[in-house]
C-alpha cells in the first residue's frame, strides 16, 4: 500500500476540482444556449452574420446594456486585432 502524503491528497483534491468545474460549465443552460446559437450562424458568411447583427440592433433585439455586458466579459479575452475589429463593429453599432 503506497503512503499518501498531504501534498499528493491535495493535488488529488485540486485536480478533482478542475475538472468538475470545467465539466460544470459545460452543463449549464448558458452553455447549451451558446451552443446552440453558434450552430444557428455556423456556415454563415462574415457579410451574412454582419446583416443579421446590424437588423437585430435595428429591430432592438440588441441593447445598449447587452452590448456593454458582452463587450465588458469578452473584450480581455481578444488579442489586439480582434479588439479593432469589435471595436469596428460596435461603433457601426452606434456604440
Known amino acids: 500500500m503506497t503512503k499518501r502524503s498531504i501534498r499528493n491528497m491535495t493535488g488529488d483534491k485540486v485536480n478533482a476540482m478542475n475538472a468538475l468545474q470545467q465539466n460544470a460549465a459545460h452543463g449549464t443552460p448558458e452553455f447549451a444556449e451558446a451552443e446552440q ?3 444557428q450562424y455556423q456556415g454563415m458568411s462574415e457579410a451574412d452574420l454582419m446583416s443579421e447583427l446590424m437588423s437585430m440592433r435595428r429591430g432592438g433585439d440588441i441593447s445598449d446594456a447587452q452590448l456593454n455586458e458582452f463587450t465588458s466579459k469578452v473584450y480581455p ?4 486585432q480582434m479588439r479593432a475589429k469589435m471595436s469596428r463593429i460596435l461603433s457601426m453599432m452606434g456604440k
Not at 479575452?77 to 489586439?80: F, I, P, T
Open 37 to 39: 446559437v453558434m450552430a
Open 77 to 80: 479575452m481578444l488579442n489586439e
